[in-house]
């Protein structure tokens, strides 16, 4: 499974973006993705995550009524859609697939910088 993210960019403080990762390959065996984020000096940190079939969701408490994550089955695209942001959300966002129930990330896609000024 390959995965490209995008829609990172500069945004002001309480504005919004909207993230996508697009997957190619063997999307067939694909459990769920998720979003993380890792800014300088920190550790990565779990965003938001959806299964592919049935589509629930989960979040990282920081994010919580800020950032919704969706799905586009038919385009094998995960949406991130990012509201309220804060300062403190500037990091390289990147997606990452679950191939199965019992299984971590196995695949990573490259990253989309997001940057909040205040």
């Known amino acids: 499974v390959q995965l490209q993210a995008s829609g990172g960019g500069v945004v002001q403080a309480g504005g919004s973006l909207r993230l996508s990762c697009t997957a190619s390959?063997?999307?067939?065996?694909?459990?769920?993705m998720g979003w993380f984020r890792q800014a300088p000096g920190k550790e990565r940190e779990f965003v938001a995550r959806i299964r592919w079939s049935g589509g629930s969701t989960y979040y990282g408490d920081s994010v919580k009524g800020r950032f919704t994550i969706s799905r586009d089955n038919a385009k094998n695209t995960v949406y991130l859609q990012m509201s309220s942001l804060k300062p403190e959300d500037t990091a390289l966002y990147y997606c990452a697939v679950v191939s199965g129930p019992t299984t971590g990330y196995d695949y990573w896609g490259q990253g989309t910088q997001v940057t909040v000024s205040s």
């Open positions: 390959g063997s999307t067939f065996s694909m459990y769920a």
